[in-house]
């Protein structure tokens, strides 16, 4: 009976931890600026939670595709006081040099009705043709900065827009700052990055143009 | 009973002790070259991937055909015996199931729901795929805004799990079995190489993703464990960098991709 008990406190708080973490269930923004947003946007694709305490930070790293139109921004329970975040877009150079040329194969592999590649009894891939060709070899260096594109603190508004002409990563950085709460408890935060929901084929159809075209 | 307690401190200690571990383990990874840093106690690092209705939405909205070609069949979900095998194959399944749902085929729609639902069930995966949610989706079949929902709301659920629960073991597998299906859908979509042709283009932007993905790897400290899968998608990412800035893909490039697509796809579903 004691045993049971002591099993049902330990199961209680394993389940209580897991619970008191659980931000993406717990919280959702209560700023009525910004609530706005959730019927436009959908939010469930990627946005992070986590729970955070005093001076504690986080850093969210994320797609942007171009043709799309997003929405930023954090949200934090109350007691936190204020969040201070700012998103960082990495402005790459490629350099390229040829270091030389040297010989490569192109391998065909055996494919399914569907073109998907088929393995062999020990798993390994199933040889139809090599080609033997002629490859250039490269020597590839990429030099990324780091360029803040949006300051909470610097900002008008507690949100950032963006509809980018090229994708590209992005990263958010959040901050908690001294709160009112004790250095032991915390309180979620929650990164929101919302894609607008389209409706209707907005989208260039490219294969139709292309067979219009052809037409 | 002193014993039970004594017990029940050790269970709470280990508990304590591999959240903080966990934590060291994150905070490794802020000291990154160039990359702006911010001091703190603590940095919790979230490389995101796009969910592959995004990705699916693009390709409906691109004008593509569905191709049942595409998808795995989930008779293959027998095969799948090991924990490694069942998490990524989770990931292919949970792709087709968003492709399905994207392109209304409601007669796959529910066979892949439920495939994923005994993975997840295999897993132990407690969010996401239940059974009142089957019920709902049989009853919303005809209707797509529902099926997206309840679809959104599933994998969204399965993978805030993972990540509430940092299961390193699972996690990685997960998003390389989705993303790799996902982009493999992708290329099968492409009819001919074409650099300005949209689809191609997505391909190329893929890279973000996989960089992530890597990232991802990385932060769990797994890429000596599941060396098989991380070596594919580090060389497929050596032919993303490969791409020329100003002259762009060439189709040589865009086989190499593919091919490599290709080749971890087989290996993930074999």
Redesign the interface.
């Known amino acids: 009976m ?2 049971n008990l ?1 099993i049902c ?2 199961l209680f ?2 389940n209580s ?2 619970i008191y ?2 931000c ?1 269930k717990k919280f959702a923004c209560d700023d009525e600026n910004l609530e706005v947003f959730f019927d436009e946007y ?1 939010f ?3 946005s ?3 729970y ?1 305490s005093n ?9 942007l ?2 043709g799309q139109e997003y929405v930023i921004f954090v949200c934090s329970e109350r007691e936190l006081g204020n969040i201070d975040w700012k998103i ?1 877009k990495p402005e790459r150079k ?1 350099i ?1 040099k040829m270091i030389g040329i040297k010989m490569d194969s ?1 391998v065909k ?1 055996k494919t399914n ?7 062999d009894e020990k ?1 390994d ?1 199933i040889i139809e043709s090599k080609k033997m060709i002629t ?1 250039t070899i ?1 020597q ?1 260096e ?5 360029n ?1 594109i949006y300051e909470k603190n610097k900002a008008e508004k507690p949100y950032f827009k963006i509809s980018p002409q090229k ?3 992005y ?1 958010i ?1 959040v ?1 908690i700052g001294e709160s009112k709460v004790s250095d032991y408890e915390g309180g979620c935060v929650n ?1 929101y ?1 919302g ?1 607008k929901i ?1 409706h209707g ?8 143009i292309e067979e219009k075209e052809k037409n | 009973m002193k014993k039970n307690f004594i017990n029940f401190l050790v269970i709470l200690t280990v508990v304590f002790f591999y959240k903080c571990s966990e934590e060291d383990k994150q905070k490794k990874i802020v000291d990154e070259p160039n990359e702006e840093q911010i001091e703190t106690n603590q940095t919790k690092i979230f490389y995101q991937i796009p969910s592959p209705l995004e990705t699916y939405s693009f390709l409906y909205y691109s004008g593509v055909s569905f191709f049942k070609g595409n998808l795995n069949d989930p008779k293959n979900y027998q095969r799948y015996l090991t924990k490694e095998k069942k998490a990524l194959n989770f990931g292919v399944y949970a792709s087709n199931l968003a492709y399905c749902v994207i392109f209304q085929q409601n007669n796959y729609i529910i066979d892949y729901f439920n495939v994923c639902k005994k993975i997840a069930d295999d897993l132990g995966l407690l969010d996401g795929f239940d059974e009142k949610l089957v019920i709902s989706l049989e009853k919303n079949i005809t209707n797509p805004d529902s099926t997206y929902q309840i679809t959104n709301n599933s994998y969204f659920y399965a993978v805030k799990f993972l990540e509430q629960r940092n299961l390193s073991d699972i996690i990685p597998l997960v998003l390389t079995g989705s993303w790799i299906e996902t982009v493999n859908t992708i290329s099968k979509s492409i009819k001919k190489f074409d650099k300005k042709d949209p689809l191609v283009k997505r391909l190329i932007d893929e890279q973000y993703s996989l960089e992530n993905l890597l990232s991802i790897y990385e932060t769990f400290n797994v890429a000596e464990i599941y060396k098989k899968y991380y070596d594919i998608l580090k060389n497929l990412h050596s032919f993303y960098l490969q791409i020329d800035n100003e002259k762009g893909i060439t189709n040589r490039d865009f086989e190499k991709i593919t091919n490599e697509i290709k080749k971890l796809r087989a290996i993930i579903i074999s």
């Open positions: 004691r045993k002591i406190v330990f708080i394993i931890l897991y973490t659980q993406h959908d469930k694709s990627q992070a939670y986590a955070l001076k504690d930070s986080a850093k969210v790293s994320i797609v595709y171009s960082v490629t390229k192109i592999y009705e569907y073109g998907d590649y088929i393995l798993g891939f490859d490269w590839v990429r030099i990324t900065h780091y803040p994708t590209s990563s990263t950085y901050k990164v990055v894609r389209k084929k907005t989208f260039r159809r490219f294969y139709e």
